[in-house]
């Protein structure tokens, strides 16, 4: 057990230091307070605080840890051996960083209760993050940093016990829109006819005509599809349907239809299904709940994962409401059309609330990845390139790597045939 002297202990350090040590490393971990503690323990040891006790392992401490509150920050960005990084410690310190502090500023969402201009759909835009400004959004640093502090204590304490992750890989479909012109209605399609007309789109009428006329298949009903091919591969896959009333920002498909029902009681039998939260839920609570209850009684079992209406993610009053509606995991935290670590990091991790200084229930699994995000790619193999790096840096940190596609984006038409490539990225990335 690794023992960690301060000269005060608060929910900040231990949520930070616990999520390094404990679920990235595997090292378990334990805080004091007293001096003459800290030297009669004979296991690995750091001190983390401004001073030095004798020659140990020593980190020197930013306030940030021990502060209360949203405070204005000095941030210079600089190179730790090729990984950017920074709250630099100076020379006494075992590591030139106090990475606790650096871990908790991007576990924390820290520069998201900082003001900042929202983007048109209410997000934290990507380019408004130290991440992006600095070059390291690709990059889950937080594990690296953890790793890297782990090689300094092996090389301290070589009998240092961990317990290592293994590499994981969770493909989620997000159905936000079930069909691109089936199941809606018959005024909803007169209505999206005429529209097509308006705007001389006349190969999306005759589209539009041959599924309602039963000539083809519904373009975005691919479901039944990505079961068989999910069915191939040994991997958790998650489908989050959507159930929302109609309005601006939600166009899916009635959740009273029924075979829209019939169509998500299906997927459940085969695959983990739980909710694609509307845009209007994630501000109204009882909006959110009455989603949350709708889907529980139609697939027979608790609803106790979210992902939110185009990744938006206010914190902390998101999560708030997540928690007093009862959802256990969100996996909202990325960003929709940038590639990278929204968070840091491709290990799950708690809210931690920093109005309330706590360290929340509800646990927070970071995508990488959105299939929006690959969008201009024109070749196939150029989103590969991308992906396969990627998939390299978690890979190294035997990180979990979650990416997200949109059965529509699946079933639609462009450049690439991303079915095809949604299967190739399945095949390359479960092992």
Not at 74 to 90: A, L, Y
Not at 307 to 312: D, E, K, Q, S
Not at 336 to 346: D, L, N, P, S, Y
């Amino acid at each position: 057990m690794l023992l960690i002297y301060t000269h005060k202990i608060t929910n900040r350090l231990t949520y930070t230091t616990r999520q390094l040590f404990e679920r990235i490393l595997g090292v378990e971990v334990t805080f004091t307070t007293k001096v003459e503690d800290f030297i009669k323990h004979s296991g690995p040891k750091i001190t983390y605080s401004k001073q030095p006790l004798q020659n140990e392992f020593f980190i020197r401490s930013n306030d940030l840890l021990f502060e209360q509150g949203i405070n204005d920050l000095e941030i210079k960005v600089s190179d730790w051996d090729g990984v950017p990084c920074f709250f630099s410690c100076g020379e006494r310190s075992a590591i030139p960083y106090d990475i606790f502090s650096a871990s908790f500023f991007l576990l924390s969402r820290y520069e998201e209760y900082l003001p900042h201009v929202k983007d048109s759909v209410g997000r934290f835009p990507a380019k408004e993050s130290i991440a992006h400004q600095n070059g390291f959004l690709q990059l889950p640093v937080v594990d690296i940093w953890a790793h890297k502090l782990l090689r300094a204590l092996k090389e301290r304490f070589p009998d240092i016990q961990t317990k290592q992750r293994k590499y994981s890989f969770t493909p989620i479909i997000n159905v936000t829109t079930s069909h691109c012109y089936a199941l809606r209605g018959f005024t909803r399609s007169l209505g999206g006819f005429f529209l097509d007309l308006g705007k001389f789109k006349f190969r999306s009428m005759v589209r539009r005509l041959s599924v309602l006329l039963g000539f083809k298949k519904d373009p975005y009903d691919n479901f039944y599809e990505l079961i068989d091919i999910h069915k191939k591969f040994p991997i958790k896959t998650m489908f989050f349907f959507q159930l929302a009333k109609y309005s601006a920002h939600d166009k899916n498909v009635s959740a009273n239809n029924n075979k829209f029902r019939y169509l998500i009681k299906s997927v459940a039998d085969y695959s983990e299904v739980s909710l694609s939260t509307s845009f209007l839920s994630s501000t109204d609570k009882k909006v959110l709940k009455e989603e949350k209850r709708t889907l529980a009684d139609l697939i027979n079992r608790p609803v106790n994962y979210s992902r939110l209406r185009y990744n938006r993610v206010n914190v902390p009053s998101t999560y708030r409401n997540l928690i007093e509606t009862e959802f256990t995991d969100d996996f909202s935290m990325g960003y929709t059309h940038e590639i990278g670590f929204r968070a840091g990091t491709c290990t799950p991790f708690h809210f931690y609330d920093i109005n309330m200084e706590v360290r929340q229930p509800l646990k927070v699994h970071p995508f990488a990845v959105h299939d929006y995000a690959l969008i201009n790619y024109k070749r196939k193999d150029e989103a590969f390139e991308i992906m396969d790096q990627v998939y390299r840096q978690i890979k190294q940190v035997n990180g979990d790597l979650i990416a997200v596609f949109s059965n529509e984006l699946l079933g639609s038409s462009h450049k690439i045939n991303w079915f095809e490539l949604y299967q190739s990225f399945l095949k390359r990335y479960y092992v």
